[in-house]
């Protein structure tokens, strides 16, 4: 049993070394978008041609970046999605629903204050949590059948 | 050729009157979320139970409207994603990545302010509106292969 | 928005009616499996030949009535499933799990005594619940928005 | 070729040992629930937080497990869902209906007593059998086309 | 609940209108392939041009034919095979496996003495009989769930 | 049986209509792309907004388009693409390709001289034929099973 | 690119292997049913327990193989279906029609005689051959692009 | 992270060296149709028998490409199509539609004369570029997160 997880959303903390370290030794890959906002942001312009409209500029980068987040998505035997304090994270939640739709298991993390506002989101999941502590305490439940030591 | 298209995302104007409104004759059919925001709230509860936990409230009422949302979801030939001024609105950003996983075609209707925040789900979409009016005429177009009169 | 709702499970108790009752003028249509127990039992050899061994007589039985559980769980928008107080009722979980991996919403009836022991099938479903009625005010909110008068 | 196999249900003898001792040398990979009961029935809450409701306890656990469980059975090339004598079982049962619904062939084991209450599920089946010796005896056939020595 | 029924196989007796007879009244649409043997063999070309190589002949006729027959397996609710006398009827058996692939319950017709060399192609059905007469009894069995007065 | 056939391509002949009047009285819907080429053409930027740059231009407008026809492809029973004597036509061999994946039949109609360059699109086809009145032919004979009069 | 061929039908002489050592050094791995005809005949009853009655007998046989037999189409990316000189064969052409369902690509090998009443097979298949020197040429063409030195 | 890449269409000039030159190192396997055209054109016949009518000579072969370049696309995690100054390469075209039906994320290779009679291809693409070069560094952005230096 070897599983690929597609860590997905919240980009600004390092929550997927955290969760990526608490998993060493189990045979688990991970997967990401690309995490570095700008070159996110400008990869469209940047390979094919400056867009004068800000519209289009942005089009040709979400478009692009769609080939590695879908085919990651797809690829996954599991989705974690995470909502962060900042911006409106609409991209995260499309994410959710994409995973959903396809049949994956998806697992949200996210603070309570967000709970009423995710509870869409939430309810398409087979675990909330909060901490990425806890992603990884699921992730060694699932793989080996342990529970987290108290 | 008849279509029936799901009208997803904000509920608090009466956007769906206007496209059906603008639409009256097209071989069109419109299905929509419940767009009672209290009864849509609290339906787990008032019918299964109440909890003392205000998450497993939540989780009761969004479960129960998901047997609706995912069924109509399925069954359009068009989703039309709104989203408004207030809220996170992550529902909506979930219903279009859940349609769009599906092969769905989407029309996503926003202000211009939110583009970038939006910009990967208007990469899905085959169209981006700001207006109700916009959506409707592209569904004359769709139907009828006319074009609105300038 | 029209949607066929397969009753599955328990036999023995007239719950499919209490549910087409209350749900009376709603655009719904209900599909069930053969409710008569001898005819689900006998209906292989009645119609194909007697079988001196009981495994291949259940066989024929259950096969021939297996195409009209399974075409009826794919052609439907919503599966209620109802375990009821006897028998192991192992059919009932099968049907629920046929209709979780087609992606079908799902409903769950049953007393509270065999919460625990059905918690896997609990976890696929939209909605636990204990009564008929509660079923019914369930697809009454689905298809009207509105909740049950209190 | 080489196939994964799922071992499915009852949790409470080393039915699995026997039948991946018997199966030593054949190209077939062996998956399976958590099988230490008490970590399965408390994963949710240990990892989650503590729920007063024994549903909701409930519930946290059984999406938790449900990702390995959905999983194991999707990337499975077979499924074995053995009955014991023990419990209820729906989960077992549950499990065979999914199986079913993704089209992967299905072997369930059970005592001669269940095979009325179980027809449903044996209809299903490509083989029932009742030992796991038999088990063991089919994966080598399949796997080498050579018949047990008798 | 309304069903197309796919009969597919035998074209030299007239046992699809035995069983068309004996349904009529259930709510069961019936479909067939071309029936008149020597419009199915010529139908390629006598509309695309002749052929002198009798490969090609045939071939335009299978290719043309396939679109009713692919066509009518993938809308019918339950196929219906039968092998007759005569001939190697090799399309009903590829029928057969068709129809068995896209997860549609099937009902295979054929006398005792073709038994051995069928047992694959029974292996894949719900029921095998013999007579028109048993697959109308099954119609109406799985219409209607009543037995056929013996 | 009651067909849905698109039929693609071509848009400056009545090709259409010549089918349409050859196959009245048939159980057979015709459905098409906007065939008023200027209408197609600026589609997008009529509903959308002007866009300085060509491509923009083009780019709303096939992908508004683009909702009408993979609908109707993916709704239709057959599909029927015709390549004409002018322009280069790659959308309708885009359509061919989109609908042989999805598994439609496809007739496909074009000069002899076209043949080697649509090698690949004629091997994908169920049928290629030169005219309209072949291509009404042919469904007179999937409909009825009567062929042409000679 | 690597290829997983699976050699249905004929099992009485060595084409299977005709064809391996045509195809040595080839990124080609070849799956096969179980051709000991004897062994396949009666696996089912020699694992399960005898039946008196030979068509259980049979059945229990042919749905132990369809686990091999029918995963084995599945997971091959080119079927190769050769029609002998004796026997039914249904079981071949039922492969035929179930790998052509599932989108597989097909080989047909027969000799001359059989063309016609193998119509409908080679209809669905992408190339018919006659023996395996053919199929193996094809093979060393699609995998590297050489055609066979005359 | 490893993707497989085919590489559509254009098979008169050595871009799909470049593209694999400029990609050395990366995680990615590029796939090809055979690009050596005499062999294209004649692998039907050259293995499978003369045919004295150019399209069955045509037909033979671009039924026994079609193996490869199916196979090919399905198993793609990518597919960028070239359309070159020559020919109609209405295959290209059609290789486009059939892989975006599929869902695979698709770039598109063109000259800006193209630009208007590809719109349609265009608008499913996620990117469209001129040259190898700029497909090379989407691919380097897609699997490193990089974006080319300036």
């Given at each position: 049993?070897?599983?690929?997880?597609?860590?997905?959303?919240?980009?600004?903390?390092?929550?997927?070394?955290?969760?990526?370290?608490?998993?060493?030794?189990?045979?688990?890959?991970?997967?990401?978008p690309?995490?570095?906002?700008?070159?996110?942001?400008?990869?469209?312009?940047?390979?094919?041609?400056?867009?004068?409209?800000?519209?289009?500029?942005?089009?040709?980068g979400a478009k692009l970046n769609a080939i590695r987040t879908r085919n990651?998505?797809?690829?996954?035997?599991?989705?974690?999605?995470?909502?962060?304090?900042?911006?409106?994270?609409?991209?995260?939640?499309?994410?959710?629903?994409?995973?959903?739709?396809?049949?994956?298991?998806?697992?949200?993390?996210?603070?309570?204050?967000?709970?009423?506002?995710?509870?869409?989101?939430?309810?398409?999941?087979?675990?909330?949590?909060?901490?990425?502590?806890?992603?990884?305490?699921?992730?060694?439940?699932?793989?080996?059948?342990?529970?987290?030591?108290?």
């Amino acid at each position: 049993m070897h599983w690929t997880v597609y860590l997905s959303g919240e980009i600004h903390t390092n929550w997927r070394d955290e969760i990526a370290a608490a998993c060493e030794g189990l045979p688990v890959s991970f997967t990401a978008p690309v995490t570095d906002h700008a070159a996110s942001d400008d990869c469209g312009v940047a390979i094919l041609g400056e867009e004068p409209n800000k519209f289009w500029h942005d089009h040709k980068g979400a478009k692009l970046n769609a080939i590695r987040t879908r085919n990651a998505i797809e690829a996954a035997d599991l989705v974690v999605v995470r909502f962060g304090e900042k911006y409106r994270q609409w991209n995260a939640a499309f994410d959710a629903g994409y995973a959903h739709a396809l049949g994956k298991p998806l697992i949200v993390m996210h603070n309570a204050e967000h709970a009423h506002a995710l509870k869409e989101v939430d309810a398409a999941a087979n675990a909330t949590c909060e901490t990425p502590r806890q992603a990884a305490q699921m992730l060694q439940y699932l793989m080996t059948g342990a529970l987290p030591e108290s």
